[in-house]
């Protein structure tokens, strides 16, 4: 049995199904996946034993600047998005026996799948990617936010937009290949029955007519790696530090250096992840250390705080070690849900500008520090799932069989 996983977009598009790569071969499945051709992607897979078929350019040197892509320079990128998917998918899907795509990108999958008569699976990480009167669609770059609060009517206008932008594309290579137009792209993509690989206490769906959401909890593996010998030196040298990263997100330029004046107000030490930004240091002294990519299961357990962008991975992560944590979310996709989750939850604080000052920063590390917050947090990680990847893998199975 062989299944075709696809997504596009940084480790925290890649990540959830390198999970579901892992827990599909230990059942006897063999495993193929499209995703961006960058380095760390291609290493991480081939040494897990999965084929890459690279599609697209990579996203690294898609998030160079420091900021996005202008809408036109988006809008190009996702049209052509959608002519490389339909090139590279066939080749890709031969021999399996399903697709599995991850995020709206996925334009071309569910006509691949159709055209070669396999199973179809759409999975979204967060439920705010899903159409709900519950909550409103997430920004999406290149995108205009409308001026309007009715979530129903901004999910309708979410659908013009994505139809807007894909229908003529999708609907020319359909017609290529033998399948009939379709009126509503994303739900298209979507399906009336996808899968929500979130952890239902973190981040729950609620029943929504129309569409028959299938919760599997996160998809994450257990990371055995150990700490760098300088990392734990500077941990063992005095309290737990407040951790600050974003990532593979650009935030603010002097958001370190606010971070670190911020926390240093407070009394802690602290530990900056450099991410793609790069972030630094402000100066040399030994209450502040930096770090590359290090394993965030078995450091998390270990700092006070964690300071980050609102990503899916590193909230479940953060969320998963008991550890409070201080959101500054970026505009972007479902950074400002796992912001208000986190703010819902009372596990810590959350800032819902992208240039947050010392000032404000100083109010939510006070409020994420504070020993109550703490114990919010820990009490919410025993509640935490880790078998999502496990439970997807098997329903997928059970489907297939």
């Not at 971070?259 to 030994?286: K, N």
């Not at 819902?352 to 404000?360: A, F, G």
């Amino acid at each position: 049995m062989r299944v075709l996983l696809s997504t596009y977009g940084t480790r925290g598009d890649v990540e959830p199904l390198v999970a579901l790569a892992v827990r599909l071969q230990a059942l006897g499945v063999e495993v193929r996946m499209c995703a961006p051709p960058d380095e760390e992607f291609a290493e991480r897979l081939a040494g897990l034993g999965i084929q890459l078929v690279p599609v697209g350019p990579p996203v690294r040197a898609l998030m160079r600047g420091t900021s996005l892509p202008s809408a036109a320079e988006l809008s190009r990128y996702r049209t052509e998005m959608v002519g490389t998917q339909f090139d590279v998918f066939p080749a890709a899907a031969d021999g399996c026996d399903a697709l599995v795509a991850a995020g709206l990108a996925q334009i071309a999958a569910r006509s691949v799948a159709e055209a070669a008569g396999i199973r179809y699976v759409y999975v979204s990480y967060s439920a705010v990617n899903l159409p709900s009167p519950h909550h409103a669609p997430p920004p999406r770059p290149g995108w205009p936010e409308p001026e309007v609060n009715d979530n129903r009517t901004l999910w309708e206008l979410d659908a013009h937009n994505v139809n807007a932008q894909f229908s003529e594309a999708l609907n020319g290579h359909r017609a290529s290949i033998g399948l009939p137009p379709v009126e509503n792209v994303r739900d298209h993509v979507f399906t009336d029955r996808p899968w929500l690989a979130a952890d239902p206490v973190l981040g729950p769906w609620r029943e929504t007519p129309g569409i028959d959401v299938i919760q599997t909890g996160a998809w994450t593996l257990p990371d055995e790696r150990p700490l760098p010998a300088d990392l734990v030196t500077f941990l063992d040298a005095g309290s737990p530090p407040v951790y600050v990263g974003f990532g593979s997100m650009r935030p603010s330029p002097d958001i370190a250096r606010k971070a670190i004046e911020a926390i240093r107000t407070q009394g802690r030490r602290v530990l900056v992840s450099r991410g793609w930004a790069d972030l630094d240091l402000v100066d040399d002294r030994d209450d502040c250390f930096a770090i590359g990519e290090v394993n965030q299961q078995r450091l998390f357990g270990r700092v006070a705080a964690v300071v980050h962008h609102g990503g899916a991975g590193t909230t479940m992560t953060a969320a998963r070690a008991g550890v409070p944590q201080v959101v500054v979310a970026l505009r972007l996709a479902d950074n400002p849900y796992w912001a208000g989750r986190v703010a819902d939850l009372d596990i810590g604080a959350a800032l819902d500008v992208p240039d947050p000052t010392v000032e404000s920063l100083s109010v939510a590390f006070k409020r994420a520090l504070a020993p109550e917050t703490r114990a919010r947090a820990e009490a919410l990680g025993t509640r935490i799932r880790t078998d999502g990847a496990a439970v997807a893998a098997s329903m997928l199975l059970d489907t297939l069989r």
